[in-house]
T-cell receptor, first 112, second 113 residues
């Protein structure tokens, strides 16, 4: 059974600082996704990572995937208040039907 | 915008009452999903569909049933609502042509009293 663990679950940081969110998963998977959720809102897709060594960047966020270590990271560079949100990683379960298993999310608060 | 709507957006109901939530999509996607979101649990898959009349259980399917009689509609039914089913429910579609990313509807907040 696929399990996905994120850490930390809560992250409070100052504007301008860098930090990394980690996503570990327990079984082999072909795809990993990162989503963002603002309070009271739906989930917004950020990145899709398909292969070992994949790296995607959008603004101050950079995601990477190491399939051998079963680890993905979401790196935040020079954080700004607008990045405050909850970030989820999700891993595709094997067996078809494109099912995803989500981590519990990391609630990021960026303080001025 | 993946053209996903959910109805109702908010609902308060009493224990033991049947409840049906509707997910509607406008882009003819094959795969549709129902999740629930609870504090401390992230999103958990309830049921999913891979075509008209083709559905299967997810991680937390007990107490829920689904139906899909048309490509565009995926219904989630709580046969007899319980307080433990108080949650935010999200519908999602998977875009096969776009790396199978899942796109989420706006959510339904359900409170069972």
């Amino acid at each position: 059974e696929l399990k996905v663990e994120q850490n930390p679950l809560f992250l409070s940081m100052q504007e301008g600082k860098n930090y990394t969110i980690y996503c570990n998963y327990s079984t082999t998977s072909d795809r990993l996704y990162w989503y963002r959720q603002d309070p009271g809102k739906s989930l917004e897709s950020l990145f899709v990572l398909l292969s070992n060594g994949a790296v995607k960047q959008e603004g101050r966020l950079m995601a990477s995937l190491d399939t051998k270590a079963r680890l993905s990271t979401l790196h935040i560079t020079a954080a700004v208040h607008d990045l405050s949100a909850t970030y989820f990683c999700a891993v595709e379960a094997q067996g078809g039907s494109e099912k995803l298993v989500f981590g519990k999310g990391t609630k990021l608060t960026v303080n001025p | 915008d993946a053209g996903i709507t959910q109805s109702p957006r908010h609902k308060v109901t009493e224990t033991g009452t049947p409840v049906t939530l509707r997910c509607h999509q406008t882009e003819n996607h094959r795969y549709m999903y129902w999740y629930r979101q609870d504090p401390g649990h992230g999103l958990r898959l309830i049921h999913y569909s891979y075509g008209v009349k083709d559905t299967d259980k997810g991680e937390v399917s007990d107490g829920y049933s689904v139906s899909r009689s048309k490509t565009e509609d995926f219904l989630l039914t709580l046969e007899s609502a319980t307080s433990s089913q108080t949650s935010v429910y999200f519908c999602a579609i998977s875009r096969a042509g776009q790396l199978y990313e899942q796109y989420f509807g706006p959510g339904t907040r359900l409170t069972v009293t």
